[in-house]
């Protein structure tokens, strides 16, 4: 599968979906399917896309959240996996688009493309695992966490670049999250 297209499955008709986007090309690859104030692209921190979805998770109960992420960064933040099995906050869906390379540093193998299983680190974790199949549903819908791993092709495709600004993305996500008195707090 091509990385772009799956998380162009997993964003259409997202409604109200808030998206934490994970370094690099996970980040690319949400604001090609459309850039949207409701995602948060990670700039500079690479494994916490997790860890601030689970933030967001638990101080936004009522909403859904959704972190798409790649393997490199997951494999950087595993602790999160662990963090979030114990807090089991049920509206966080985890996917990690897992191409087995780090594309960010020049394409050399991660560790899953030699056999580190993080579907099964997950759900030792107390991570619920579905399939790629299943997503969309139990990203809506259904008693979270979720994890997903989506195996992709290692490509190099041109970038769509979120904005860089750290202030702007921070102010724009937060409006859209809290409304438009959001700046007054």
Request: aromatic letters at 4%; one cysteine or more.
């Amino acid at each position: 599968m091509k990385r772009r297209d799956a998380v162009q499955q997993l964003l259409l008709d997202r409604g109200e979906l808030l998206v934490v986007a994970g370094l690099g090309s996970t980040a690319w690859d949400c604001t090609a399917a459309g850039d949207s104030a409701l995602t948060f692209p990670m700039w500079g921190a690479m494994g916490q896309a997790a860890m601030i979805g689970l933030g967001l998770a638990l101080a936004q109960p009522q909403r859904r959240v959704l972190v798409i992420t790649g393997d490199g960064e997951a494999l950087m933040g595993l602790g999160a996996f662990a963090t979030i099995g114990v807090q089991q906050p049920a509206n966080l869906t985890v996917v990690v688009i897992d191409n087995e390379h780090y594309g960010e540093t020049g394409m050399q193998q991660t560790h899953t493309a030699h056999g580190v299983d993080l579907a099964g680190i997950a759900r030792a974790c107390g991570l619920k695992v579905v399939a790629f199949e299943e997503a969309r549903n139990v990203i809506h819908q259904g008693a979270g966490p979720h994890f997903v791993v989506v195996k992709v092709e290692a490509e190099k495709i041109p970038l769509v670049l979120p904005p860089r600004e750290g202030a702007l993305l921070k102010a724009r996500f937060r409006r859209a999250v809290l409304g438009p008195n959001a700046d007054l707090d």
